[in-house]
């Protein structure tokens, strides 16, 4: 592949991560050393590197304080993310995944809502073994974190209408394209020897020929659906490519979505992608190419809170992109004026995925695949694969479908998870199936309050007052953030709550189900306990005058966030700085 190189443009004074970066030696650092200093932790710069090989160095918050107080330091760990386009793997695949759970993890597997794998509790001693037996199986976490095209989300629907349009294959091209060329991470962990089929290939006298010494201005997301389903939110991804199924030759681009924000900085705010062009498939790849050189020397290096590509699209505007991508790329490109999706499936239960053989999709509370009272998941969900040698597909919203099901096994499949306690998808209730939240605490560095752990309490309570109300048969979706960042997209989910400080939550309204319009602002700082109740007013109002058929992110759009904020509860008066800090 040619790619063309630039030089990032001059902005003045370079973050500490550009640096970091470019004085890197092509993501080397000095990585390799501290891995054997003795010590529990990497340097700060080690760390920002680390991100690149799909490592986040974090700590155990739920112990922080009690060590601090006895005068230890932090108890330090990994969290480790599997890149896997499109969230295919074979059975061999998740297997080997399962089995690493176990000896180097905490004994569970975390679907991310990009549709990876993260083993959370890694010590730094057990990272290379960890790494080195999943390539092994033909995975990898290169490229799983960091300033670069990560993991690339894809419809994964095995039905035949979806499967034939080809986005598994198209998924992995892009992956593999778009991996760091840099050679570091088979010289680091594993002894210097290149998996086949992970990596692209590149010239030798060029060590990133399309992201240059400094790679890109912040992560890239490349998200791959088609017109018929936008399960995976396509446009909260810088480069939102649909296929059209009513002629797969031929793509739809949309460019300049991203979802996260900060508190402290009130000019950060989730953006949707915005139409931008269509084209044929043999032009894709020349197109991708030149999108991401652009935000290579455009987008913003010395501010990271605003250097994601959304911003520098919000600034030029999609005429602005277009014209500079055809004068790089010597292209035409057909202007698309809008693209808008109607639906967006879970893929929960059974689906046809050919004459002979089905598809089964099991909802996993908040993507954590672990055996607990409530359902033993994890154990379920090997048995199957092992017994009926399953392949398995994740989906973006952090659940699992077990593909290749023969049409004769479909009784025994429900046997087997209903003995392990698996509730099948027909048994939750419309709130509780559609829900999911983020990791937050207490692994992530960023995680204000609870997320995942938070979740249920908040179900079971909400579900309790729809009972009382006689409103049991609503059904609404629910995503729940422990930070503003918007892992699990809160800003398009029908209500969607956000950690605000440590027992706190913002609550956005008015976003639709099939991924078009995002959520506005409702109630903010409302307490962990108060936030059922600062709902019940808007549930009352949509089961009153909701129109016939009408769901309930559209009721609230069409009410107007301006009627419905007077039903909100007054933020609570505290220090600011308390409200922002854990």
């Not at 990272?127 to 990560?150: E, F, H, M, P």
């Not at 017109?227 to 681009?253: G, K, M, Q, R």
């Not at 129109?547 to 009410?559: I, K």
Request: with cysteine; proline share 4%.
């Amino acid at each position: 592949m040619t790619f063309r190189t630039s030089q990032p443009k001059d902005q003045g004074t370079e973050s500490k991560v550009e640096l970091i970066k470019q004085s890197s030696n092509e993501l080397r650092g000095s990585i390799v050393e501290e891995l054997s200093n003795g010590l529990p932790n990497f340097s700060g710069e080690s760390e920002q590197l680390l991100k690149f090989h799909g490592i986040y160095n974090q700590d155990n918050r739920d112990v922080r304080a009690d060590r601090k107080r006895v005068g230890l330091d932090v108890e330090h760990i990994c969290m480790i993310r599997l890149a896997i386009p499109g969230g295919r793997l074979s059975p061999e695949q998740y297997l080997a995944a399962d089995q690493l759970a176990d000896a180097f993890g905490n004994q569970t597997l975390r679907v991310t809502t990009r549709q990876g794998i993260q083993f959370h509790f890694v010590t730094k001693q057990n990272i290379k073994a960890l790494i080195q037996k999943v390539n092994q199986v033909l995975l990898s976490t290169y490229g799983g974190c960091g300033d670069v095209v990560r993991n690339v989300t894809a419809c994964p629907s095995p039905a035949p209408e979806i499967e034939t349009l080809g986005l598994g294959e198209l998924a992995n091209q892009i992956s593999k394209r778009y991996k760091p060329a840099s050679s570091a991470y088979y010289e680091i962990w594993l002894d210097g020897e290149k998996v086949p089929n992970l990596q692209a290939a590149v010239s030798a006298d060029t060590i990133e020929p399309l992201y240059g010494s400094s790679y890109l201005p912040r992560k890239f997301k490349i998200g791959l659906t088609t017109t018929l389903d936008n399960c995976i939110d396509v446009l909260s991804c810088d480069l939102a490519l649909v296929i059209d199924e009513t002629d797969p030759n031929f793509i739809h681009i949309l460019a300049g979505g991203g979802l996260g924000r900060s508190y402290s900085d009130d000019t950060t705010k989730p953006l949707l992608a915005k139409p931008f062009a269509t084209v044929p498939r043999s032009d894709l790849f020349e197109v991708i190419d030149t999108v991401i050189s652009i935000q290579r020397d455009h987008g913003n290096r010395a501010d990271r809170s605003h250097a994601r590509f959304k911003y520098l699209v919000e600034e030029w505007g999609t005429d602005r992109l277009r014209m500079e991508s055809e004068r790089r790329s010597g292209l035409v490109l057909k202007r698309l004026d809008s693209l808008e999706f109607s639906n967006s499936c879970d893929h929960l239960g059974w689906i046809e995925q050919s004459k002979d053989h089905l598809a089964y999709g099991i909802k996993v509370p908040s993507g954590r695949i672990a055996d607990t009272a409530s359902g033993a998941h994890r154990t379920a969900i090997r048995d199957l694969v092992t017994k009926f040698n399953l392949s398995v597909r994740f989906t973006a919203k952090e659940d699992v479908i077990l593909t290749d099901i023969p049409e004769i096994a479909r009784d025994e499949i429900i046997a087997i998870l209903t003995s392990f306690g698996i509730k099948l998808a027909e048994d939750y209730t419309s709130i509780s199936r559609s829900a999911f939240a983020c990791p937050a605490l207490p692994t992530c560095g960023l995680a204000l309050t609870e997320s995942e752990r938070f979740l249920p309490t908040f179900l079971l309570t909400f579900n309790q007052l729809l009972d009382d109300l006689g409103l049991s048969h609503l059904d609404i979706e629910i995503r729940m953030t422990g930070c503003p960042n918007g892992c699990a997209r809160p800003y398009l989910a029908e209500i969607g709550i956000v950690g605000r400080s440590k027992h706190s939550y913002d609550i956005y309204l008015c976003a639709d189900r099939a991924g078009n319009r995002l959520g506005e602002i409702y109630a903010t700082d409302v307490a962990s306990e108060g936030v059922v109740a600062a709902l019940e007013p808007i549930v009352l109002l949509y089961a009153a005058h909701a129109n016939d058929g009408e769901e309930f992110g559209d009721f609230c759009h069409r009410w107007g966030i301006d009627n419905l904020k007077p039903f909100a509860p007054q933020p609570r008066r505290r220090n600011i700085a308390v409200a922002q800090g854990v």
